[in-house]
T-cell receptor, first 110, second 114 residues
Framework: EDQVTQSPEALRLQEGESSSLNCSYT??????LFWYRQDPGKGPEFLFTLYSAGEEKEKERLKATLTKKESFLHITAPKPEDSATYLCAVGGGGADGLTFGKGTHLIIQP | NAGVTQTPKFQVLKTGQSMTLQCAQDMNHNSMYWYRQDPGMGLRLIYYSASEGTTDKGEVPNGYNVSRLNKREFSLRLESAAPSQTSVYFCASVIIGHSGNTIYFGEGSWLTVV
């Protein structure tokens, strides 16, 4: 059974204070490690997909990295508009959906 | 979330009532999903459809039925709603390619069963 654990559950940072969110996973046959952003009252918004250990992807202040057991979402010099819940998910097959973690609720204070 | 449309956005049901959540995507994707999201539980897969005419159970299918009407539409039906089905429901569609999958979500449907 695929499992995804995200930590911390919640994180409060000052504007400009860089940090990382963790996603640990176990899956048989990884078909992708996904990061999503979710704002209150909205659906998850796709950020990144990583497929192999050592892969990195960047988007604005966010950078996602992948190892064989975990992924990190690094946020550099965050702004208040980066406040959201960040979800990690793994895909273990072709069409049978993703397994999600419970998310990290990130608050960036001005 | 452009491309995946869910209706209704909000609904209140009485225990035992039935209703259908509608979902449509305009991205010509083959696969579509229904998830529910509950506090402390994360997103859990209810049903999925790999292609038109096929559906399969996910992690939490009990109390739900689905219909893949055509390539665009995938509906979720609650035949006899229960308070435990109070949740936020998300429809999603996925493009499966050689470089992997990308899943796009709708805006969600907030369902309260009283």
């Amino acid at each position: 059974e695929d499992q995804v654990t995200q930590s911390p559950e919640a994180l409060r940072l000052q504007e400009g204070e860089s940090s990382s969110l963790n996603c640990s996973y176990t899956v048989s046959g990884l078909r992708g490690l996904f990061w999503y952003r979710q704002d209150p009252g909205k659906g998850p918004e796709f950020l990144f997909t990583l497929y192999s250990a050592g892969e990195e992807k960047e988007k604005e202040r966010l950078k996602a990295t992948l190892t064989k057991k975990e992924s990190f979402l690094h946020i550099t010099a965050p702004k208040p508009e980066d406040s959201a819940t960040y979800l990690c998910a793994v895909g273990g097959g072709g069409a049978d959906g993703l397994t999600f973690g419970k998310g990290t609720h990130l608050i960036i204070q001005p | 979330n452009a491309g995946v449309t869910q209706t209704p956005k909000f609904q209140v049901l009485k225990t035992g009532q039935s209703m259908t959540l509608q979902c449509a995507q305009d991205m010509n994707h083959n696969s579509m999903y229904w998830y529910r999201q509950d506090p402390g539980m994360g997103l859990r897969l209810i049903y999925y459809s790999a292609s038109e005419g096929t559906t399969d159970k996910g992690e939490v299918p009990n109390g739900y039925n689905v219909s893949r009407l055509n390539k665009r539409e995938f509906s979720l039906r609650l035949e006899s709603a229960a308070p435990s089905q109070t949740s936020v429901y998300f429809c999603a569609s996925v493009i499966i390619g050689h470089s992997g999958n990308t899943i796009y979500f709708g805006e969600g449907s907030w369902l309260t069963v009283v």
